[in-house]
């Protein structure tokens, strides 16, 4: 089973999402999309939670980092 997060973020859908390792620890990864279009998945590598839940919440919070930092990168 997994667990996912929404939220909106300058405009964009950012998904986290918590998923099940062979190891029994749960990974994230972030998903960005842009008016309906999705633009990148990113899995979060070098964590590992308890639950689904703590996986896709950090996940979520690198999906808004890595919009926050492509946006100021894109404003230079």
């Known amino acids: ?3 996912t997060d929404l939220e909106q973020h300058h405009g ?3 998904h ?3 998923e099940k390792h062979d190891t029994g620890k ?3 990864s972030f998903h960005i999309a842009q008016h309906g279009k ?3 998945s990113v ?3 070098g964590t590992e939670f308890d639950s689904a839940e703590a996986a896709a919440s950090h996940a979520l919070q690198q999906g808004k980092r ?3 930092h492509e946006l100021a990168e894109a404003r230079r």
């Open 26 to 28: 749960w990974g994230g």
């Open 38 to 40: 999705p633009t990148i």
């Open 16 to 18: 986290g999402t918590g």
């Open 66 to 68: 890595y919009i926050d």
């Open 12 to 14: 964009y859908s950012v």
């Open 1 to 3: 089973m997994s667990h």
């Open 43 to 45: 899995s979060v590598v």
